[in-house]
Nanobody, 114 residues
C-alpha cells in the first residue's frame, strides 16, 4: 500500500525559509524519480522540483535558485529546502513519483506573508 506523508509546512514571512519532508512507503523508493508539486488556491497542481534515482535535479523556473530538492534512500524520504520564500509560493505542497502515482498524501500547507 502506497503511502506518502508530507510535513514541515507553516506560516512564514517573505524572505524566510522552510524545509519540507516526505516519507514514502509501499514503493521501491530508491529506483523512482520523485517530485514536489504544489497547488495554489484556484490553480492547477504544478511540479516544482524533481530528483531522479541518481540524484540529478531539475526545477521550475519560478523556484530555480531558491528551492533545493534532495533525497535519502535509506530513510525513504525526499526533502524540499525552500529559501527566499515569496507570497506567490503559498500553496499546498505534495510529493509524489514522476510520473505521479494514483495515491497522493494530504499535503502540507505553506503560507508566505508579505
Amino acid at each position: 500500500q502506497v503511502q506518502l506523508v508530507e510535513s514541515g509546512g507553516g506560516l512564514v514571512q517573505a524572505g524566510g525559509s522552510l524545509r519540507l519532508s516526505c516519507a514514502a512507503s509501499g514503493i521501491i523508493f530508491s529506483q523512482r524519480q520523485m517530485g514536489w508539486y504544489r497547488q495554489a488556491p484556484g490553480k492547477q497542481r504544478e511540479l516544482v522540483a524533481r530528483i531522479d534515482s541518481g540524484g540529478t535535479t531539475n526545477y521550475a523556473d519560478s523556484v530555480k535558485g531558491r528551492f533545493t530538492i534532495s533525497r535519502d534512500n535509506v530513510e525513504r524520504t525526499v526533502y524540499l529546502q525552500m529559501n527566499s520564500l515569496k507570497p506567490e509560493d503559498t500553496a499546498v505542497y505534495y510529493c509524489n513519483g514522476i510520473p505521479s502515482l494514483a495515491t497522493w498524501g494530504q499535503g502540507t500547507q505553506v503560507t508566505v506573508s508579505s
